[in-house]
């Protein structure tokens, strides 16, 4: 393997107990926030296609302009308290809230810039309120943190002249001001989402990304970042140039996720998954497909069954406001949550492959199977390893008869189970009298 500085520094999962948490909560709230709601795609009656928090980088919407909406950030509908409710309702366990994207304006009153909360109408600090507001429902708070910075005159994507290099050692204090600020200012905060990490002033900078990271843990003990943030000495992201997983999980699974086991390693992980295409912040008008509750449910389950998290993304309007759309999937992913949560908080991959009728996912020796697709059987087949007894299969408490139909193989029949939505079978297992060990590897 080459020799690396600014490599990974640990090789398999964190095994500490704020990694624990983060693993066990599974499923997450994104919020996308800031001036861009203000114009929610589109300006001078047209409609921006891309992504509205994008809106300044589109040739039709001068940089000056764009640069001026904080002097209409007034969001007198921002009640944090009811934000946090609802998204309690949704079963989310942490949240991550946008404290700056690539635009530079800061939702908190930071003192290393005049771009911020504090120069606006509404004045007041954004993020303090919104942290509080979650933490009190239960709900963990993560900052992300745009690295790019389009409003500060020291940002540069490359390093070009002597003067670049002047700026961009300004622009690094200036990163590492911010994000003390951020956990000083807010210290129940569990961790960072890093973005705008590809330019090559950041990823020819490997040894500062790795020092910053460094820095960040020994300020706030426990703090979790994703592989976002770093670059090794060579400019490998994510992984490093000996393929080892940099930061605490995988953060690349952005409005993707991963089909198959194989394709996360083992390592932890998180997706993070728009309602509509591709909007983070609120754009007036969501083209394309957006996704029906019962699509995202299944996205969150297939995340538990491959041992990753679900992130899901909300763009609130500029008064502070959730769209009707949005406001529709956070009650009824939580409909389905509260009854069904089970199978998915603390939950993890089953070690049982993928049935046609759904996923697997399990809890020690409860494994859940989570029906999206029944076949016309009528029969759910479920294949156990050859060391495991199944004790007694339910379906919403109400004991099910599983029919054997081979060595370790099983007809669960569906029964009477709803139709229009995704259903859950609970399979209480036990390790095969005189198995020993783990009794859940890969069923043959
Ligand atoms: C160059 O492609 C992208 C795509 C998305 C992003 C940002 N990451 C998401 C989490 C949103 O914040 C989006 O603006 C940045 C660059």
Not at 10 to 36: C, K, P
Not at 69 to 85: D, G, I, R
């Amino acid at each position: 393997s080459i020799p690396l500085q600014h490599g990974a520094h640990r090789s398999g999962n964190r095994t500490d107990a704020d990694m624990a948490r983060w693993r066990s909560l599974r499923f997450g709230q994104f919020v996308h926030w800031g001036l861009y709601a203000i114009a929610g795609g589109e300006w001078n009656g047209k409609i921006y296609n891309g992504a509205a928090e994008w809106i300044r980088s589109w040739k039709e919407m001068p940089t000056a302009v764009y640069d001026q909406l904080y002097k209409q950030f007034n969001p007198v509908n921002y009640h944090p308290e009811q934000w946090a409710q609802q998204a309690k309702d949704m079963g989310a366990g942490y949240m991550i809230i946008t404290t700056k994207h690539h635009d530079g304006f800061c939702l908190w009153p930071s003192k290393y810039t005049r771009y911020t909360v504090a120069a606006s109408p509404y004045k007041k600090d954004i993020i303090g309120p919104m942290v509080e507001a979650y933490n009190k429902k239960g709900i963990d708070v993560y900052l992300y943190f745009s690295i790019i910075d389009w409003n500060h005159p020291d940002w540069r994507t490359s390093l070009k002249t002597p003067a670049d290099s002047a700026a961009y050692k300004r622009f690094k204090v200036f990163v590492k001001n911010q994000l003390t600020e951020l956990l000083v200012k807010y210290p129940t905060v569990k961790g960072f989402w890093f973005d705008g990490t590809w330019d090559d002033s950041w990823k020819n900078d490997g040894a500062f990304s790795d020092e910053l990271e460094q820095y960040l843990q020994k300020l706030h003990p426990g703090l979790i970042i994703g592989s976002r943030l770093r670059a090794d000495e060579r400019g490998a992201r994510h992984f490093d140039s000996n393929n080892h997983l940099m930061g605490d999980y995988e953060q690349g699974w952005e409005r993707k996720l991963p089909e198959q086991p194989a394709d996360v390693h083992g390592n932890d992980w998180e997706g993070v998954m728009t309602i509509p295409e591709n909007q983070w912040g609120y754009h007036a008008h969501w083209l394309g497909h957006i996704k029906s509750s019962n699509e995202l449910i299944e996205m969150l389950v297939k995340s538990t069954s491959l041992g990753g998290n679900f992130v899901l993304n909300f763009g609130p309007k500029a008064d502070g406001t959730f769209r009707s759309e949005e406001v529709q999937r956070m009650q009824e992913i939580g409909n389905w949550m509260k009854v069904n949560g089970s199978a998915v908080y603390g939950a993890s991959e089953a070690g049982l492959g993928k049935p046609d009728w759904g996923y697997y996912t399990r809890r020690g020796d409860s494994v859940f199977m989570v029906v999206f697709n029944v076949p016309v059987s009528g029969n759910l087949r479920v294949k156990l390893p050859a060391k495991t007894t199944l004790a007694e299969a339910s379906a919403s408490g109400q004991p099910v008869t599983p029919e054997l139909i081979g060595k370790n193989e099983y007809f669960i029949p569906v029964g009477n189970a709803p139709r229009h939505a995704p259903f859950v079978i609970l399979l209480q297992t036990s390790r095969a009298a005189g198995a020993e060990g783990g009794h859940f590897e890969k069923a043959k």
